[in-house]
């Protein structure tokens, strides 16, 4: 594969943004998200779903 440089070019242009995420070995921190069970998914849907749908 050839390489061409243009010179002159922004050095954004020239970076290359998968490189410096092989090249970090720190690993990013795990979200702080909440998980919550598919029956409360399921009532808090019906809840706000049936008010709507008793008009149909």
Same mark, same amino acid.
């Given at each position: 594969?050839?390489?061409?440089?243009?010179?002159?070019?922004?050095?954004?242009?020239?970076?290359?943004?998968?490189?410096?995420? #092989?090249?970090?070995?720190?690993?990013?921190?795990?979200?702080?998200?909440?998980?919550?069970?598919? #029956?409360?998914?399921?009532?808090?849907?019906?809840?706000?779903? #049936?008010?709507?749908?008793?008009?149909?």
């Amino acid at each position: 594969m050839r390489v061409v440089l243009l010179k002159g070019a922004p050095s954004h242009l020239l970076s290359n943004p998968l490189e410096a995420l #092989r090249d970090s070995t720190a690993t990013p921190a795990p979200s702080q998200t909440r998980t919550i069970g598919a #029956r409360t998914v399921f009532h808090e849907a019906q809840a706000a779903l #049936r008010p709507p749908l008793t008009s149909i």
